[in-house]
């Protein structure tokens, strides 16, 4: 479906973009695209979000998600937009969450990812940063970009192993841009 398709037409919730996962040492997990009543789960997430790892996905210090941040992060027009929330299916936490969002000419979407401080180095970051990715290209997005600060090595290091292309922001030398050619 072409972006002017994507535009004119309100779209559903997305049920075919619901997964069942397994992760090493038999973790389960569901991914599933967020739903407006999510904001429970999001909550959940953001409580074992670190400040410091706040402070690295926001670029400032929120100390709680606002109403407006929240109404942001959970009501989505799937038409220009989506994000994607890991489920613990074991305990029925947050694990993480996933989202892009597409410029006006939708060839371009912006994407965001955060996990649970706690979880790190378990592979969750690579499987949402995938699905994403497989996302914007089923929409026939032409890249996908983010912004990064230079500090967040390892976020960086995960661009790299993805084929991102990463540069230094030319206003900000502590800002990395990375695009994905899809």
């Known amino acids: 479906m072409n972006?002017?398709?994507?535009?004119?037409?309100a779209r559903r919730y997305p049920s075919e973009w619901e997964r069942h996962v397994v992760l090493d040492d038999n973790w389960p997990i569901f991914l599933r695209p967020v739903r407006p009543?999510?904001?429970?789960?999001?909550?959940?997430l953001f409580a074992?979000?670190?400040?410091?790892?706040?402070?690295?996905?926001?670029?400032?210090?929120?100390?709680?998600?606002?109403p407006a941040l929240?109404?942001?992060l959970t009501r989505l027009d799937y038409s220009r937009a989506m994000a994607f929330v890991a489920i613990d299916e074991s305990d029925g936490h947050t694990l993480g969450v996933v989202?892009?969002?597409?410029d006006e000419a939708d060839e371009t979407a912006e994407y965001a990812i955060v996990i649970r401080s706690d979880l790190k180095g378990r592979g969750l970051g690579w499987l949402l940063m995938q699905l994403i990715i497989e996302y914007a290209k089923s929409e026939s997005l032409k890249r996908l970009h983010g912004e990064i600060l230079q500090e967040n090595a390892v976020m960086l290091k995960m661009c790299e192993g993805l084929g991102f292309e990463i540069k230094t922001n030319a206003e900000d030398r502590g800002l990395r841009e990375v695009d994905l050619i899809l």
Request: aromatic share 4%; glycine share 4%; net charge positive.
């Open 99 to 102: 989202r892009l969002h597409t």
């Open 70 to 72: 929240m109404n942001k």
């Open 37 to 44: 009543s999510d904001d429970g789960l999001i909550r959940d």
């Open 48 to 66: 074992h979000v670190s400040n410091e790892d706040r402070r690295l996905r926001f670029f400032d210090s929120i100390k709680e998600v606002s």
């Open 3 to 9: 972006g002017k398709a994507r535009k004119e037409s």
